[in-house]
């Protein structure tokens, strides 16, 4: 935990195809390819989405551990999916645990059930993935401005990142100097002494936080923060940027034809 | 020509009803170096903050050349009055030091060839410019002097006519400290007027023109330097004698007045009491 850092642009301002891509664009362009994505129904659609996102992912240079590590939310879920979905789901069945009173019944569709939802999902985060990474923070912001997102929901990201550090290093002083006086920290977290103790720390993080979460605006206003977003980034949506973005459409609508059949695709693979 | 800064009848009391500054006047002329002084909670970092507007007059009147602060022109104001504060925790948080440096000259609306320029100056200032893609705002990139001088940088990068520093010196080594002596003594030369609160007596006495000194919200008395070796009032705020000057009380056979404040101060003032001969003794049994 001491060691542990997080950079927040570290690979934002690499070269790629994706890095060019003009914000907000690619804002507006990922986010239909989102929606699209998020909306596929079969395992085809599915597929070929997670083929081109991650044909993108490869294109925009990104190491791939790191994407991996950060995909790494994703299993559990699986797990937790593929164990529970197919008991739920009525259908052919796959094998069934008798249990006394009641069968259990794993259902072949409800494995594709859940595989189509985790499929969806880990498209979801890559397309998420692949603009969060290719973009500088304060230019998302600055981006999500020019698009109309109000001027409050941006500044909510914005201090909740701000102070996401802030509180972060709060805590790593507090436990540092709480390890100082011997406190060990949850042998047991239902140990009684263990959990008034947290409680007490989270109070003290509140109050802390608060206070410093002023001290910080105050420094922001000194410097002549005046609640708007600017960047030295002068932006310009160039033709290549308008080609891009109509790529990626195109790839969605694809995998939308796709998912709903179109071109005989639902008979080829029956 | 008016003064650069005037307080005038100045009272504020925080929302919680703590009553922080009580009527507080004073004047500071451009190209001073002031600082001002004062035991805990005496209303110090209160009163810095309303010098650029954080905090406005509840009571009273804060003037920047001649202009009083309102809510219309506390913008324009504060690019005059720069403001470092006391942790630089506080105020570094872009992802690089470059960035943050040019938080403030990007507030200012100045066009990227200017604000560039302004970033290598400020940074070359600080003597940070080789680290300026890294991330300062978490405890393992930067040292604690390091941040210090970025969140210098910052505000020397707005290019602000006067420079307000809260305890600038705090939980600085001593090479820390001596490169920001450095610092401030490089934007003196450059005709900027500087303020700083402190707890730092001997730097006080060394580094100021003119001293303040805050007790509960009031200014007990304000001056040049000597003030800080005046018995009772030192007392009264909570203060100390000067290093050097304490060496000088000791001894009450060595009648030295005014009491020496400074290094050089004394050391003249030992020089003067030394006849010829013995000096060069003395050095001879030192070296
Ligand atoms: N945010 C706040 N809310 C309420 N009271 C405050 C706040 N900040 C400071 N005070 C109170 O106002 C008074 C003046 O505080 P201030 O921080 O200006 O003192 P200071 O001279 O800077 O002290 P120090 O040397 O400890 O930094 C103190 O009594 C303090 O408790
Ligand atoms: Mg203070």
Redesign the interface.
């Known amino acids: 935990m001491e060691q542990a850092h997080i950079h927040l642009d570290e690979f934002a301002r690499l070269k790629s195809l994706f890095h060019q891509f003009d914000p907000r664009v690619k804002i507006v362009c990922c986010l239909i390819l989102l929606v699209i994505v998020v909306s596929l129904r079969t395992l085809a659609g599915l597929l070929f989405a997670l083929l081109f996102t991650s044909l993108m992912i490869f294109g925009s240079h990104l190491p791939l551990g790191r994407i991996l590590k950060r995909l790494g939310f994703v299993v559990p879920m699986l797990v937790a999916l593929c164990l529970f979905l197919p008991f739920a789901r009525p259908g052919t069945p796959v094998f069934k645990v008798p249990l006394g009173l009641f069968t259990l019944t794993y259902s072949w569709d409800g494995l594709q059930a859940s595989a189509i939802f985790f499929l969806r999902l880990l498209c979801g985060a890559l397309i998420v993935i692949l603009v969060t990474f290719t973009t500088p923070f304060h230019v998302l912001l600055r981006s999500l401005a020019d698009l109309q997102v109000p001027l409050i929901f941006i500044q909510l990201i914005q201090f909740t990142l701000r102070y996401f550090f802030v509180l972060y290093d709060e805590v790593i002083r507090m436990f540092r100097a709480r390890r100082a006086r011997n406190f060990k920290p949850a042998r047991n977290f239902w140990c009684g002494r263990t959990f008034s103790t947290l409680g007490g720390l989270l109070g003290l993080l509140f109050i802390r936080s608060y206070e410093r979460g002023e001290r910080v605006y105050h420094a922001m206003l000194a410097r002549g923060f005046q609640g708007e977003i600017r960047v030295l980034e002068q932006f310009q949506v160039y033709p290549r940027d308008l080609l891009l973005g109509m790529s990626l459409i195109v790839l969605g609508v694809l995998s939308l034809i796709i998912d709903r059949g179109g071109w005989g695709w639902a008979h080829f693979l029956r | 020509m008016g003064a650069l800064l005037e307080v005038e009848d100045l009272y504020f009391r925080y929302h919680d009803g703590t009553p922080a500054l009580n009527g507080i006047s004073l004047s500071i002329d451009r190209g001073e170096k002031v600082a001002i002084l004062g035991p805990n909670g005496a209303g110090k970092s209160t009163l810095l ?1 309303h010098f ?1 507007g ?1 905090y406005l007059a509840q009571q009273g009147k804060v003037r920047v050349a001649g202009e009083e602060i309102t809510r219309d022109n506390e ?1 324009r104001l ?2 005059k009055v ?2 470092v ?1 006391q ?1 630089p ?3 570094v ?4 030091v470059w ?1 943050d440096v ?3 000259p ?4 100045l066009d ?1 060839k200017e ?1 560039e320029e302004r970033v290598f100056q400020a940074l070359q200032a600080v003597d940070m410019w080789d680290l300026r893609s890294r ?1 300062p ?5 930067l040292s604690y002097g390091q941040k210090k001088r970025v969140a210098i940088a ?2 020397i990068a ?1 290019n602000p006519e006067v420079i307000v520093l809260d305890e600038p010196t705090a939980f600085l080594d001593p090479a820390g400290q001596e490169s920001l002596m450095e610092i401030l003594a490089e934007l003196y030369q450059r005709g900027k007027t500087i303020i700083i609160a402190t707890h730092d007596v001997d730097m006080a006495a060394e580094w100021a023109d003119k001293v303040i000194i805050l007790k509960g919200g009031k200014i007990l008395a304000q001056g040049d330097t000597m003030l800080l070796v005046q018995d009772t009032l030192v007392k009264d705020a909570g203060l100390r004698f000067p290093v050097v000057s304490q060496v000088f009380q000791r001894i009450p056979s060595l009648v030295v007045r005014p009491l020496p404040r400074t290094v050089d101060e004394a050391a003249n003032a030992i020089a003067t009491l030394l006849p010829d001969r013995k000096e060069k003794d003395n050095h001879r049994i030192v070296s």
């Not at chain 2, 990007?106 to 609306?109: R, S």
């Not at chain 2, 705002?137 to 990139?141: A, F, G, R």
């Open positions: 903050l650029n954080i913008t504060r690019e720069g403001m504060f942790d925790d506080d105020q948080f872009s992802p690089t960035d040019a938080f403030g990007l507030n200012q609306g990227r604000i991330a705002h978490h405890l393992s990139h910052g505000v707005m």
